[in-house]
């Protein structure tokens, strides 16, 4: 069987942004009640939500908030060239407990090396997911998440383009030091 024939794509149903949203709220709200209740690690003022759905090249993109993460979920609209590690398959995986962190799989993106973790449910079917944050303790409510990613972005984006700014001089400093070194004294 060739990788792409293990995997599980979402049911059709789930083809409109608006029903994919609304299944993995449900589905989240779903393991808090019966999966995860009790436990400690949990922040219960914050709720299960989806926001940010989009199309990146071959996947459906979202993020979703829920007590215990904040993470990136990746659905494939059709089967990934990544091969899925034994005991994933879908008849494997049907009756299995829930895993917040499937194996940890490479795949690209944008054309960048990428990691994720593989991820299983009857409805969804595969899916990728990217913690971004596992610990929601500090958080008053989702809007606080969110602001904190947010600034999260900024900063990133602003280290990003400072490094394009510096990146040049950065390498000719370094050249001129290290062939200073080479040079014999005079």
């Not at 999966?35 to 939500?49: F, H, K, S």
């Not at 809007?143 to 394009?164: G, K, L, P, Q, Y």
């Amino acid at each position: 069987m060739t990788p792409e024939a293990a995997w599980r794509l979402c049911s059709e149903e789930l083809d409109e942004e608006q029903a994919l949203s609304a299944a993995v709220i449900a589905i989240h709200e779903r393991l808090l009640r019966e999966t995860l209740a009790g436990d400690p690690m949990l922040n219960l003022a914050l709720p299960v939500e989806v926001r940010a759905l989009r199309r990146v090249e071959d996947w459906r993109v979202l993020l979703v908030l829920t007590p215990w993460m904040l993470a990136r979920l990746l659905f494939p609209d059709r089967p990934p060239p990544l091969a899925l590690p034994e005991g994933w398959s879908a008849a494997e995986r049907a009756d299995a407990e829930y895993l917040v962190l499937g194996p940890r799989l490479g795949f690209a993106l944008f054309g960048q090396s990428q990691q994720a973790h593989l991820g299983y449910h009857d409805r969804l079917g595969h899916y990728l997911l990217q913690p971004l944050c596992l610990n929601m303790e500090p958080y008053r409510d989702a809007d606080a998440v969110f602001e904190h990613w947010s600034e999260v972005i900024r900063v990133r984006d602003e280290n990003m383009e400072a490094a394009r700014r510096d990146c040049p001089m950065q390498k000719e400093i370094s050249r001129r030091e290290l062939f200073r070194r080479l040079k014999p004294e005079r």
